[in-house]
T-cell receptor, first 110, second 112 residues
Framework: ELKVEQNPLFLSMQEGKNYTIYCNYSTTSDRLYWYRQDPGKSLESLFVLLSNGAVKQEGRLMASLDTKARLSTLHITAAVHDLSATYFCAVDPGTYKYIFGTGTRLKVLA | IAGITQAPTSQILAAGRRMTLRCTQDMRHNAMYWYRQDLGLGLRLIHYSNTAGTTGKGEVPDGYSVSRANTDDFPLTLASAVPSQTSVYFC???????????FGDGTRLSIL
């Protein structure tokens, strides 16, 4: 059974600080996605990682994928309040049966 | 604006009643999905369809059914609602493998 674990589940950080969210998964896959969800809203796509060593960056967020370690990271650089949201990783095992992590609720304090 | 439309936005339903959640997309995506989101559990896949006329079971399919008569519509039916089906339901679509999913705004469903 494919499992996707994120940590931490909750993260409170000061503006200007750096931090990393981790996403571990339990089966072979080279397709991993990161999404953002604001409270009471839908999910929006942030990054699509499709191969070992893939790295994508958008603004203060950078995502990477290590398929051998079955690990993806979402790194936040110099956090700002607008990044406060819940972040989900999702793994596609190639069968359309996507598995989402439980999410990391990020709060950036001014 | 292209995207996914879900209806209703929210609903309160008596246990035992039948309910259909509607989902329509105008992006001509082949794949569509239904998820439920519960606090502390993230999103869990209920059913999916990789193309019109074909559906498959996800992680939590019991108590739910879907149909995919055409590319655009993917309704989710609760035949006899139970309180444990209280959740927020999201419909999503994607062009295919390796491409991100686009999500609707969700339906908040409460079963009493």
């Amino acid at each position: 059974e494919l499992k996707v674990e994120q940590n931490p589940l909750f993260l409170s950080m000061q503006e200007g600080k750096n931090y990393t969210i981790y996403c571990n998964y339990s089966t072979t896959s080279d397709r991993l996605y990161w999404y953002r969800q604001d409270p009471g809203k839908s999910l929006e796509s942030l990054f699509v990682l499709l191969s070992n060593g893939a790295v994508k960056q958008e603004g203060r967020l950078m995502a990477s994928l290590d398929t051998k370690a079955r690990l993806s990271t979402l790194h936040i650089t110099a956090a700002v309040h607008d990044l406060s949201a819940t972040y989900f990783c999702a793994v596609d095992p190639g069968t359309y049966k996507y598995i989402f992590g439980t999410g990391t609720r990020l709060k950036v304090l001014a | 604006i292209a995207g996914i439309t879900q209806a209703p936005t929210s609903q309160i339903l008596a246990a035992g009643r039948r309910m259909t959640l509607r989902c329509t997309q105008d992006m001509r995506h082949n794949a569509m999905y239904w998820y439920r989101q519960d606090l502390g559990l993230g999103l869990r896949l209920i059913h999916y369809s990789n193309t019109a006329g074909t559906t498959g079971k996800g992680e939590v399919p019991d108590g739910y059914s879907v149909s995919r008569a055409n590319t655009d519509d993917f309704p989710l039916t609760l035949a006899s609602a139970v309180p444990s089906q209280t959740s927020v339901y999201f419909c999503a679509s994607s062009e295919g493998p390796g491409l991100p999913q686009h999500f609707g705004d969700g339906t908040r469903l409460s079963i009493l």
